[in-house]
T-cell receptor, first 112, second 115 residues
């Protein structure tokens, strides 16, 4: 069963604009991770935020976590064509038994 | 460092045939995972291993077997392939100490088609 659900399923924006993706989950978590997948490739880890953190930055990425709403958002600022990819959230639930639970992903297209 | 490698990259099987997918990592990671990814869906965990000689079932283990005889290798076997096993298979590994779980490093994937 999927723990995380990303919203929107697909997002198309102009280069230079900001992109925001959301992830909702169902149970209490230890941490939440965001990954990127370029077409036909493996996933690449972007950022990890722990349950006691509210915001984290990495370069042009900003992740927020609201445990009361069981949701997270990933903001990519000043988007570039190279940001075109699918983005997945994955949660390490407190009762996960060593498993990450993955959402279905948001497909982001950056138009030049 | 090669990271996580998978062989083969592509494979076409007929129903009932068997095959083994090989995953290798050179990062001395304890944990290794096999996932499948189907169109429009996230990853689903097939089996995982928390150390050499150990394996455990994930969310969708039926029809698959695994072995972790060496720390760096994690093998995924399909004994009798079915069309429902057509998918892209990803291997991942992670350095792990006390929980919670750390980031995972992924291989490039194996695209399997079962006719």
């Amino acid at each position: 069963s999927q723990q995380g659900e990303e919203d929107p399923q697909a997002l198309s924006i102009q280069e230079g604009e900001n992109a925001t993706m959301n992830c909702s989950y169902k149970t209490s978590i230890n941490n939440l991770q965001w990954y990127r997948q370029n077409s036909g490739r493996g996933l690449v880890h972007l950022i990890l935020i722990r349950s006691n953190e509210r915001e984290k930055h990495s370069g042009r990425l900003r992740v927020t976590l609201d445990t009361s709403k069981k949701s997270s958002s990933l903001l990519i600022t000043a988007s570039r064509a190279a940001d075109t990819a699918s983005y997945f959230c994955a949660t390490d639930a407190e009762d996960s038994n060593y498993q990450l639970i993955w959402g279905a992903g948001t497909k982001l297209i950056i138009k030049p | 460092n090669a990271g996580v490698t998978q062989t083969p990259k592509f494979r076409v099987l007929k129903t009932g045939q068997s095959m083994t997918l090989l995953c290798a990592q050179d990062m001395n990671h304890e944990y290794m995972y096999w996932y499948r990814q189907d169109p429009g869906m996230g990853l689903r965990l097939i089996h995982y291993s928390v150390g050499e000689g150990t394996t455990a079932k994930g969310e969708v283990p039926d029809g698959y077997n695994v072995s972790r005889l060496k720390k760096q290798n994690f093998l995924l076997g399909l004994e009798s392939a079915a069309p429902s096993q057509t998918s892209v298979y990803f291997c991942a590994s992670s350095r792990q100490g006390p929980l919670p779980l750390n980031e995972q490093f992924f291989g490039p994937g194996t695209r399997l088609t079962v006719l």
